[in-house]
């Protein structure tokens, strides 16, 4: 896709701080420092876009951007990072499961694992819970230059298979080579324009 345009729109909390549900959506969900930020960044060739953070647990609230006037892309919090305090922790899944089972604009959900581990309870609640919504899910691995090409087979079959699904259904990404950018962009169209 090219792109011409991505802005950040807002920042929000509770869906009366969500802006009007006119475009496409499509939201990023995944562990805290798994990458989601740099994905975002990648997709849309901005290299500020969305603030990145060594420090996991940095998005605590739910960042809307728009790409060309005619998609939103969604950066949900990272989840999973114990160093959050605790009240913190617990708005976090109200907060995004009340965005995911409300928004009507949303296609699918891009959800982001880090290549060099294995998807964890957190991921498995997540896909069952989009299933039960009937929300595509759109998976990535991310940080794919972190491994050797010898590495990255074995980890990205290993992945697949816990999570159930073939391995050509797992986009393998790196935001340092930008490798996986244009099957990413092609999922999300392809959600967009599903009925």
């Known amino acids: 896709m090219l792109v011409k345009s991505a802005e950040f729109i807002t920042s929000a ?6 802006p009007v549900a006119q475009l496409p959506e499509i939201a990023f969900a995944g562990r ?4 989601k930020s740099s994905l975002i960044n990648v997709l849309v060739n901005r290299k500020r876009l969305v603030k990145t953070s060594s420090t996991p647990g940095r998005t605590q609230l739910i960042n809307f951007f ?12 990272g989840y ?10 617990k708005k976090w899944g109200p907060m995004v499961e009340k965005y995911l089972s409300l928004r009507d604009t949303l296609k699918a959900v891009i959800l982001i694992l880090d290549i060099r581990r294995t ?26 230059d972190k491994l050797s ?36 962009w092609r ?9």
């Open 119 to 144: 998807p964890r309870q957190e991921e498995f609640d997540l896909i069952h819970w989009l299933g039960h919504y009937q929300i595509p899910l759109i998976p990535i691995l991310t940080k794919a």
């Open 149 to 184: 090409k010898n590495k990255q087979r074995p980890q990205h079959q290993a992945n697949a298979a816990a999570l159930g699904m073939p391995p050509e259904d797992l986009i393998l990404f790196s935001a340092k080579t930008r490798q996986g950018r244009d099957k990413v």
């Open 32 to 35: 805290s420092n798994v990458g």
């Open 187 to 195: 999922a999300i169209l392809n959600s967009i324009t599903s009925v």
């Open 13 to 18: 909390v509770k869906p009366n701080q969500y």
């Open 80 to 89: 999973g990072y114990a160093r959050v305090p605790a009240a913190v922790q």
């Open 66 to 77: 728009t790409v060309n006037e005619e998609l939103m892309l969604v950066d949900l919090p």
